[in-house]
């Protein structure tokens, strides 16, 4: 199979990694990927949004499925236009991908199809949640918890187009749920928390994510399935009634709260930085199965998944969610990667022969271990190794989960 990847992040590096194990790949290409994934395929100068250019690039390749990535392009209805020309496409239309491009759309198909998310407010007042409407890479999302902060939040919404959307304040755990789907059908990847906050100890702006881990304590394959029929499946039964079937990830950004599941936001895509902690740990063919949920066939489709803990950090420029790093030269790859933990590429650009800075989030180091702790440790000494100047990461990735994991296994 031929497959491409469209996108540049760490998530499609994962994407392709993962998709270059599988037998049944004959050509890996992306558009335009990025330097770490030059290394296992071929990358083509062509933007992700760029729908005719993606024709056109799969047309001459003769390319037998596209994988979108970013939401972006989704969004754009990229999908429909290549699914429209013959070609299998893992990725929603741009219908279903309103779930994830407005708000206010997602807020409506959630009510109508029974899902539980945290209330409306038709007022901003403290504690609340402000949200800008549109995409805003994970950036447009303020928490209030007193007035200050909302006062603050009010005001930076307003940089953001469109009309912004208030919400009662959840407290709880975090979970990202992803699903792959087609049409009603259902595969669960394994449950995945990320970190939203810029600093240790949450503190600081939210960010499109500082890492991440998988499995999460706690949550059990039955607590899983009680989710898939609470939260995704009610979302697709909706999306199909209303003649808009759904193929590629129902990502579903959850609260636990104490009166249960509550939904904060769907995803129409791979979670970054999710995906670089989900994709190592799983054991079966992954093309097989986007490409059989791109044909609108997941039933018999199985993906064995690793005991194994995976654990990813990210690292970011100095100043990121702020500012990105840019033409910074970065040593200690080879030396990371040489301790068994895998690196992605994020945000990264050649230079001649010197691979450097190209971004606000630049690398992703992910480490697989028997638990949760052992992974973070394996992930933070590949971390060490690598510098550029400036570099900065998160020092309590999983740090809260190895604990309670430590606990339930005491
Ligand atoms: P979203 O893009 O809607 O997922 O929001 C980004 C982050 O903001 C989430 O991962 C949460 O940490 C936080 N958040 C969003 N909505 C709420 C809410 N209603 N209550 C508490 N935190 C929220
Ligand atoms: N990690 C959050 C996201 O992919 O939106």
């Not at 990694?17 to 890996?28: H, I, N, T, Y």
């Not at 749920?177 to 928390?193: I, K, N, S």
Request: charge should be negative.
């Amino acid at each position: 199979m031929k497959v491409l990847i469209v996108g540049s992040g760490g998530r499609e590096h994962a994407l392709a990694w993962k998709l270059a194990q599988s037998p049944k790949l004959s050509e890996l290409h992306a558009a335009p990927g990025n330097p770490g994934i030059a290394a296992l395929g071929n990358c083509h100068p062509v933007r992700a949004d760029d729908g005719e250019g993606l024709l056109t690039l799969a047309h001459s390749l003769a390319i037998d499925l596209v994988v979108v990535g970013p939401e972006v392009p989704l969004v754009a209805g990229v999908a429909d236009q290549l699914r429209h020309a013959g070609i299998a496409v893992f990725g929603p239309g741009r219908e279903a991908a309103m779930l994830e491009g407005s708000k206010t759309f997602a807020k409506e198909l959630m009510i109508a199809a029974g899902v539980p998310t945290a209330k409306e407010l038709t007022e901003p007042a403290w504690p609340c949640v402000v949200k800008a409407d549109g995409l805003a890479a994970g950036k447009g999302v303020f928490v209030c918890p007193d007035a200050v902060s909302l006062a603050r939040a009010l005001k930076e919404v307003e940089a953001f187009p469109g009309k912004p959307v208030f919400e009662e304040l959840l407290v709880g755990e975090e979970l990202s749920m992803l699903v792959l789907a087609a049409g009603e059908e259902t595969l669960a990847l394994a449950p995945a928390q990320d970190f939203k906050r810029a600093y240790d100890g949450d503190q600081g702006p939210n960010t499109g994510g500082m890492g991440s881990y998988s499995p999460v304590p706690g949550i059990d394959p039955d607590e899983v399935e009680t989710i898939l029929e609470q939260v995704h499946r009610p979302v697709l039964a909706e999306l199909n009634d209303r003649g808009h079937p759904f193929i590629g990830v129902l990502y579903a950004g959850l609260m636990r709260t104490d009166e249960g599941i509550k939904v904060l936001e769907f995803n129409v895509r791979f979670g970054d930085p999710e995906t670089q902690a989900i994709v190592p740990r799983i054991e079966g063919d992954l093309l097989e199965a986007l490409a059989s949920a791109a044909n609108g066939e997941l039933e018999d489709v199985k993906l064995d998944v690793s005991d194994e803990a995976c654990v990813t950090v990210v690292l970011a420029a100095g100043d990121y969610p702020a500012s990105s790093d840019k033409g910074s030269p970065i040593s200690g790859i080879a030396e990371a990667e040489a301790t068994g933990a895998v690196v992605f590429h994020a945000g990264t650009a050649m230079r001649g022969e010197a691979l450097v800075t190209s971004g606000g989030r630049v690398l992703n180091v992910s480490a697989l271990g028997p638990t949760i702790e052992t992974a973070r440790e394996r992930a933070y000494a590949a971390c060490e190794k690598i510098s550029w100047e400036g570099m900065r990461y998160r020092t309590d990735i999983a740090l809260e989960a190895a604990r309670r994991e430590a606990g339930e296994n005491a």
